[in-house]
């Protein structure tokens, strides 16, 4: 699953998603299945929400292939294709590859110099992966 708009002046899911398709996939990352009704209702804690809207982007999300929709009665359900650490880390996955692919050595040494503002075990599983990488060689 490969997210087509990334925002690098952004924050967080906000990266990946528009603001409301964030609160959305919170809200389902946080539950199981999820109606649309059930959705709306939570977000209208924090804010009125139409019925309408949160059907369009959770159907958008579906056709992103983020979110699954199954029938259940006369309703659907739905929930995230993938945990929020899967997609998160197949996001970042796909965002550093593609870095790499297109800058190269340029990345790799601005990721080695983020390092150094790194707790220790980052570091340490940092040269594990070297010393993995080095054996299969």
């Keep these: 699953m490969k997210i ?3 925002k690098f002046n952004e924050k967080g899911l906000n990266r990946f998603f ?3 398709e964030a609160k959305i996939m919170n809200i389902l990352w946080n539950s199981s299945e999820m109606s649309i009704k ?3 209702q939570k977000l209208e804690k924090e804010k009125k929400m139409s019925f309408n809207t ?3 982007v959770m159907n958008r999300l579906v056709e992103k292939d983020v979110l699954t929709k199954r029938s259940e009665g006369r309703g659907s359900l739905f929930r995230p294709v993938l945990t929020k650490e899967e997609f998160l880390c197949a996001q970042s996955k796909e965002l550093t590859n593609g870095l790499i692919d297109e800058f190269g050595q340029i990345v ?3 990721m080695i110099d983020s390092i150094e503002k790194a707790d220790e075990s980052l570091i340490a599983k940092l ?7 080095k054996k299969e060689k």
């Design 4 to 6: 087509q708009n990334f």
């Design 18 to 20: 528009g603001p409301l």
């Design 127 to 133: 040269e594990q992966k070297i010393k993995e990488m």
């Design 108 to 110: 790799v040494s601005h």
């Design 38 to 40: 059930d959705v709306q």
């Design 54 to 56: 949160v059907m369009t």
